[in-house]
Nanobody, 124 residues
């Protein structure tokens, strides 16, 4: 069983930055692609960013491209999401997730383990 625990959320003013972390249990972290998703109130969950198992390839939603950076440290079983130039519309619960395989994927159904989420609130 894999457990994912997010941290680093909070309240920040527009234009500010936050760094989210997601720590994974188990010994197979480096075998899988990882992703970040978010869900705002009364909205569907949406893809934010994903990273290949080696960390060499990343992909982002258009809404965060150029502002957010996903990275991972396989030695620490941790994936990160650096969020800069935050906007009020970035307010959401952010979830990290483990892909079901090594491929870089963006659809939620292609992820089989999810964290509990961390709240990010951006004030205007």
């Amino acid at each position: 069983q894999v457990q994912l625990v997010e941290s680093g959320g909070g309240l920040v003013q527009a234009g500010g930055s936050l760094r989210l972390s997601c720590a994974a249990s188990g010994r197979t972290f480096s075998r899988y692609a990882m992703g970040w998703f978010r869900q705002a109130p009364e909205k569907e969950r949406e893809f934010v960013a994903a990273i290949s198992r080696s960390g060499g390839t990343t992909t982002y939603a258009d809404s965060v491209k150029g502002r957010f950076t996903i990275s991972r440290d396989n030695a620490k079983n941790t994936v990160y999401l650096q969020m800069n130039s935050l906007k009020p519309e970035d307010t959401a619960v952010y979830y990290c997730a483990r892909a079901s395989g090594a491929l870089l994927v963006t659809a939620g159904y292609e992820y089989d383990y999810w964290g509990q989420g961390t709240q990010v609130t951006v004030s205007s």
